[in-house]
């Protein structure tokens, strides 16, 4: 059964959407990581 363009955009977008939804967490919790990782890096150097 094919599809309609306007059927097509819509599910297309909604991909787009989806997956910027996934990278924007996913920087977040990379910015996160980053910041323990120096935290746990100064704390080792101060004991």
Not at 15 to 26: H, K, N, T, Y
């Amino acid at each position: 059964m094919p599809f309609s363009a306007r059927q097509l955009m819509m599910a297309l977008c909604d991909r787009i959407f989806v997956f910027g939804e996934l990278r924007s967490l996913a920087s977040k919790f990379s910015i996160q990581g980053a910041i323990v990782n120096i935290l746990t890096k100064h704390v080792n150097s101060l004991i």
